[in-house]
């Protein structure tokens, strides 16, 4: 399937490029993957597209709380249309929705909601404990200072590509 992430109105950024990757080394059953903060569903839409061309049984969960105004959720599910099997949504806040997850769960996370530094540190502390020892815990907007200082304080040993941060969990 060709990629139409671009058409999507948002800023995907680098997670693009991170989806690829991870799924490229994601097994080719039984990984189950998270988007925490999925706006109108440009990230989304590429992570989708790259599960249904690697052929690989990948679970996709998008979370984030969608707020009523602009119809953001509507304009979500619309964008999603062409890969509609291939993702859940959960309309919950993120902290929220990380208690639907059992610890050492997950085996790929990605954290692109609230950019605060609040946000992001509640964030991190909610989803770490639920992706696997050796797994991904990744976001973007490493430029915000609320996530940076959230990221450098909480996850030592974390890498960034450009925009994008990312930690393996020992």
Not at 22 to 51: D, L, T
Not at 143 to 153: I, K, Q, S, T
Request: net charge negative; with cysteine; hydrophobic share 40%.
């Amino acid at each position: 399937m060709e990629h139409f992430y671009r058409n999507i109105d948002g800023w995907p950024g680098e997670l693009p490029t991170l989806y690829a990757d991870a799924v490229r080394n994601a097994p080719a059953r039984g990984s189950h993957f998270v988007e925490v903060g999925c706006w109108k569903g440009s990230s989304a839409a590429a992570m989708c597209v790259e599960i249904i061309n690697s052929g690989k049984s990948i679970k996709f969960d998008c979370v984030d709380h969608w707020p009523e105004y602009n119809n953001n959720y509507q304009q979500f599910v619309s964008n999603l249309e062409p890969v509609r099997d291939y993702y859940r949504a959960i309309r919950l806040p993120s902290v929220e929705a990380a208690l639907l997850y059992e610890d050492n769960s997950l085996d790929f996370v990605c954290i692109d909601a609230g950019h605060s530094y609040a946000d992001v540190r509640d964030d991190i502390r909610a989803w770490l404990p639920k992706v696997k020892a050796g797994s991904l815990l990744s976001g973007d907007d490493y430029m915000w200072p609320g996530v940076n200082r959230a990221v450098n304080e909480l996850l030592p040993g974390f890498e960034n590509w450009r925009n994008t941060w990312f930690w393996h969990k020992p």
